[in-house]
């Protein structure tokens, strides 16, 4: 129920605060922003409950050579969530600002479309090749709201998650390829 999950995350986080042993001027910030959160963590999560058949949190990807760049790609999503129509969303939690929709949406920051690339290619795993659902912020605010922030649209046409993932991948490929000649300088 509700007032029993609510009292799992907080002792769940309150085991998780112990363990690292914050200094207590960090403590002092981060505890009471935890606390506003679970609830709104909670709700958020049920909301999702509906359409999700298993969630993958710290989900590792194995390493993936990236074409003939000789280079391999892995990584670590933060949560990957297998849906009950075979697709996966891939959420990737930030308490800050940075980096923004717009950046992610149009490649400048690419680390979850990346991570989409790879859940693509089956770097993942035990989760298979699914086809993606949504590439996704889920930003933490100091208020406790829990703010789910889709990088497939930012303002301009919305793309497919896959056509977002499988642009990064060949973005990467292709800068691999120039950094492959001995004449490419680094920027």
Request: hydrophobic share 40%; glycine share 10%.
């Amino acid at each position: 129920g509700g007032a029993d999950a609510l009292e799992a995350l907080v002792d769940a986080g309150r085991r998780a605060f112990d363990q690292l042993a914050l200094p207590a001027d960090i403590h002092a910030v981060w505890w009471p922003r935890f606390l506003r959160m679970t609830p709104e963590i909670l709700a958020w999560e049920k909301g999702r409950a509906v359409h999700i058949r298993s969630r993958h949190a710290e989900a590792s990807a194995d390493p993936l050579p990236v074409g003939a760049t000789g280079a391999t790609l892995s990584g670590r999503a933060d949560r990957i969530d297998l849906l009950h129509g075979g697709a996966a969303d891939i959420l990737d939690y930030k308490t800050g600002s940075s980096p923004s929709k717009r950046q992610a949406h149009t490649l400048v920051s690419p680390q979850l479309a990346l991570e989409g690339a790879l859940l693509r290619r089956g770097a993942f795993g035990r989760l298979g090749k699914p086809d993606l659902a949504d590439l996704a912020f889920v930003r933490l605010r100091p208020n406790g709201q829990v703010l789910h922030e889709s990088i497939l649209d930012s303002g301009k046409a919305p793309r497919p998650a896959a056509d977002l993932a499988d642009d990064a991948w060949r973005r990467l490929e292709d800068l691999l390829g120039r950094y492959n000649k001995p004449e490419t300088g680094y920027l």
